[in-house]
């Protein structure tokens, strides 16, 4: 794929989101994502940024969207993650939009990268402006320069994030493994396919240190 393609999906989808007139979702409430997050505290921690495991994610702060998108995906098991679809047996859409509200309203956690200098201006590079002779498009193009997302066109917070968990879901992308990104054109396939293992973990790591 060339990196002008990539670009324009880019430009494109957010403008196809808005104009697709779907139902409005339910309003989420967060006290009541907070009763129902007693479960979920045990693998992501009890502020959702202090997971048990860093190849699982930090909740906290992420877009509300995104988080309902995601748990409604891991529920139907369109996002095929056995552990998730198992916690969400029994809960209504209602409950996911309360989760997502609840996770959303938590400050999102600060992280720190570990890199070199030349480690972290090589991802750096990358992130804010991609890698055209590969096709790969910038980062920031979607998570914005600091990492925060789009919530509005459905694009998550990532700065902060675990590197393990970004590694992990950036390797399912490429590999065609992870499939979420199928109602953005599978542009986040589409960028890991030209990322390298030493890439992603470069971004990875620069990304872990975005607030």
């Given at each position: 794929m060339s990196a002008l393609r990539c670009i324009a999906k880019l430009v494109i989808a957010p403008i196809i989101l808005l104009g697709m007139g779907s139902p409005a979702l339910a309003a989420g409430d967060a006290e009541a994502g907070r009763a129902l997050s007693v479960t979920c505290a045990a693998c992501h921690g009890q502020d959702g940024a202090t997971a048990i495991d860093p190849s699982y994610p930090n909740l906290a702060g992420q877009g509300q969207k995104y988080l309902a998108r995601q748990l409604k995906m891991f529920q139907s098991g369109e996002r095929d993650v056995a552990l998730m679809t198992a916690q969400?047996?029994?809960?209504?859409?209602?409950?996911?939009?309360?989760?997502?509200?609840?996770?959303?309203?938590?400050?999102?956690?600060?992280?720190?990268?570990?890199?070199?200098d030349a480690a972290l201006n090589t991802a750096k590079k990358i992130y804010k402006g991609g890698i055209a002779a590969k096709g790969v498009a910038a980062c920031a193009a979607c998570h914005s320069p600091r990492g925060l997302g789009n919530d509005q066109a459905g694009f998550p917070r990532i700065g902060g994030q675990a590197a393990a968990y970004t590694v992990a879901q950036l390797t399912a992308?490429?590999?065609?493994?992870?499939?979420?990104?199928?109602?953005?054109?599978?542009?986040?396939?589409?960028?890991?396919?030209?990322?390298?293992?030493?890439?992603?973990?470069?971004?990875a790591d620069y990304i872990s240190g975005l607030q």
């Amino acid at each position: 794929m060339s990196a002008l393609r990539c670009i324009a999906k880019l430009v494109i989808a957010p403008i196809i989101l808005l104009g697709m007139g779907s139902p409005a979702l339910a309003a989420g409430d967060a006290e009541a994502g907070r009763a129902l997050s007693v479960t979920c505290a045990a693998c992501h921690g009890q502020d959702g940024a202090t997971a048990i495991d860093p190849s699982y994610p930090n909740l906290a702060g992420q877009g509300q969207k995104y988080l309902a998108r995601q748990l409604k995906m891991f529920q139907s098991g369109e996002r095929d993650v056995a552990l998730m679809t198992a916690q969400l047996i029994g809960k209504s859409e209602q409950d996911l939009e309360d989760l997502a509200a609840y996770y959303a309203s938590l400050p999102g956690k600060i992280g720190e990268a570990t890199g070199d200098d030349a480690a972290l201006n090589t991802a750096k590079k990358i992130y804010k402006g991609g890698i055209a002779a590969k096709g790969v498009a910038a980062c920031a193009a979607c998570h914005s320069p600091r990492g925060l997302g789009n919530d509005q066109a459905g694009f998550p917070r990532i700065g902060g994030q675990a590197a393990a968990y970004t590694v992990a879901q950036l390797t399912a992308y490429r590999e065609g493994k992870r499939a979420s990104d199928e109602g953005f054109g599978g542009m986040m396939r589409g960028v890991a396919a030209g990322l390298s293992d030493t890439e992603i973990s470069l971004l990875a790591d620069y990304i872990s240190g975005l607030q």
